[in-house]
């Protein structure tokens, strides 16, 4: 079966720092971008950053660019997301996502169920 | 950056009756391939997203036939022909033409 699960949310403090990861099964992980979303609390989807399945071109929104550092380890099937100087603003439900370009897709084919990230003193 | 508008905000709609959702987006989503990677997605309450229509009107494995896309450019539209009680949640379109990626607002289906 296809899956990603995630897991790291928790509460941390503003300007703190948090590891986020994403253990995929049921596919050739390093075949495939992955990215991470977030949907803060009663809001809709924000695109946070992506990866390709190399690992060598990475892309993040202007939100984040210089905080956030996207990774992947294909030998564990694993994709991380360090976040770091966290803000108020970044407290949302964070999803990684596979998007299938392999047979021409190019959209966000199977999602993780999320973890929850709250930046509060 | 591409802007994703969608509207309605939202839509009450009885059930068995269509629903209508469009989306347009501030510049052309044609990719320099010639696909136009616009795709919508259906979030239920409490779970994640899922994948409903990929490349304007491909519907994703799995999807009921009652779900449609269709458009070009900048205007698209998605239609559910007879809304089910299982439809209801939120509906967001969403490209991957270009960095960075992008979601409209999304549209709130409801059942009045």
């Known amino acids: 079966e296809v899956q990603l699960l995630e897991s790291g949310g928790g509460l941390v403090q503003p300007g703190g720092s948090l590891r986020l990861s994403c253990a995929a099964s049921g596919f050739t992980f390093s075949s495939y971008v992955m990215s991470w979303v977030r949907q803060a609390p009663g809001k809709g989807l924000e695109w946070v950053s992506g990866i390709s399945g190399s690992g060598d071109n990475t892309y993040y929104a202007d939100s984040v660019k210089g905080r956030f550092t996207i990774s992947r380890d294909n030998s564990k099937n694993t994709l991380f997301l360090q976040m770091n100087s966290l803000r108020a603003e970044d407290t949302a439900v964070y999803y990684c996502?596979?998007?299938?370009?392999?047979?021409?897709?190019?959209?966000?084919?199977?999602w993780g169920q999320g973890t929850v990230v709250t930046v509060s003193s | 950056d591409i802007v994703m508008t969608q509207t309605p905000l939202s839509s009450p709609v009885t059930l068995g009756q269509p629903a209508s959702i469009s989306c347009r987006s501030s510049?052309?989503?044609?990719?320099?391939?010639?696909?136009?990677?616009l795709s919508w997605l259906q979030q239920r309450p409490g779970q994640p997203p899922r994948l409903l229509i990929y490349?304007?009107?491909n519907r994703f494995s799995g999807v009921p036939d009652r779900f449609s896309g269709s458009g070009s450019g900048t205007d698209f539209t998605l239609k559910i022909s007879r809304v089910e009680a299982e439809d209801v949640g939120v509906y967001y379109c969403m490209q991957t033409t270009q960095f960075p990626l992008t979601f409209g607002g999304g549209t709130r289906v409801e059942i009045k």
């Open positions: 996502a596979k998007k299938d370009g392999i047979r021409g897709l190019n959209a966000f084919d199977i």
């Open positions: 490349k304007i009107s």
């Open positions: 510049q052309s989503l044609v990719h320099s391939d010639g696909n136009t990677y």
